[in-house]
């Protein structure tokens, strides 16, 4: 049993915590590119800082901090320009390396401006998600993971916010068993409670659960009846990559989850089809 302290230094992501401070060194995935089409400004929280992510005109994105450094507004109502995100308050436009390129107020020969910085993180795109880093720099690269690469497949991509630490779900991608229980048995209970016969369970009892560690994390392996070592639930198991990706999948589809560290209370899930 782990104690408040172990506990505290596990779970809490915020700026200056050890395990925050850790966490900052990996690319997170935070919108679906799709997202900015419908909507180019996009207020979002990740390891505990308030961020604003959009992309302008010329197609630049940005991520910068949700409150304005002149009085505090919330950028999340800013009006995406040619180069940069506008404040709707007095005017002050940030590009996407959070440098202030004009103070609409001041005489036209101010330099003011040049002494203002708001806060900026870089992002990419890949595989349709937009990813963001906000750790020191340099960034290292961005993961090209097989699912974000992979050519002529189709793709899924689904975000829903958990209101629980990023270290419980992940905790419960090492839990083999529950499969078996929530996501068969339980499930059958609510169908048919329903009425609906559920052709499409997780059935068959375990016989086996096996973890092997990698050089990237854990590989969960289980062997249930009618299967054996041979297939693919322990052949290849399910890799849980540090600090915060499940890989499932099979034969009918394979399947990131991530588990993106928004606060200390909260994580969003992003659900990656290929
Ligand atoms: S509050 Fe943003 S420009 Fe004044």
């Not at 505990?48 to 302008?56: K, P």
């Not at 020969?109 to 595989?127: C, E, M, R, W």
């Not at 083999?176 to 059935?203: A, C, I, Q, T």
Request: aromatic share 10%; glycine share 10%.
């Amino acid at each position: 049993m782990l104690s408040k302290a172990e506990n505290e230094r596990l779970t809490q992501v915020g700026p200056g915590t050890p395990a925050g401070e850790l966490l900052r060194r990996y690319w997170y995935p935070i919108a679906g590119l799709a997202e900015l089409d419908a909507e180019p400004v996009k207020s979002l929280r990740l390891l505990g800082e308030d961020l604003v992510l959009y992309r302008d005109k010329s197609g630049n994105l940005g991520l910068i901090d949700q409150a304005c450094p002149h009085r505090r507004v919330s950028m999340e109502y800013g009006i995406p320009e040619e180069e940069g995100l506008r404040c709707p308050y007095h005017g002050w436009l940030f590009d996407h390396t959070g440098r202030c390129t004009e103070t609409p107020a001041e005489p036209w020969n101010s330099t003011f401006k040049d002494k203002i910085h708001t806060k900026a993180y870089p992002v990419q795109t890949l595989g349709g998600l937009v990813f963001a880093y906000l750790g020191p720099a340099p960034a290292p690269q961005l993961p090209r993971y097989d699912l974000l690469v992979w050519d002529n497949c189709i793709r899924h991509i689904g975000l829903t916010m958990l209101p629980c630490n990023y270290l419980q779900a992940m905790e419960n991608s090492l839990d083999p068993v529950h499969v078996e229980w929530l996501h068969g048995y339980y499930m059958d209970y609510v169908w048919s409670r329903k009425g609906v016969v559920n052709s499409e369970r997780f059935s068959g009892r375990h016989k086996k659960i096996g973890f092997t560690r990698f050089e990237h994390g854990i590989i969960k392996r289980r062997v249930v009846e009618g299967n054996t070592e041979n297939d693919d639930p322990w052949k290849v198991g399910h890799p849980i990559i540090f600090p915060q990706i499940l890989r499932v999948g099979g034969a009918g589809g394979y399947c990131f989850q991530y588990r993106v560290p928004v606060d200390d209370t909260h994580t969003l899930h992003v659900i990656y089809n290929a």
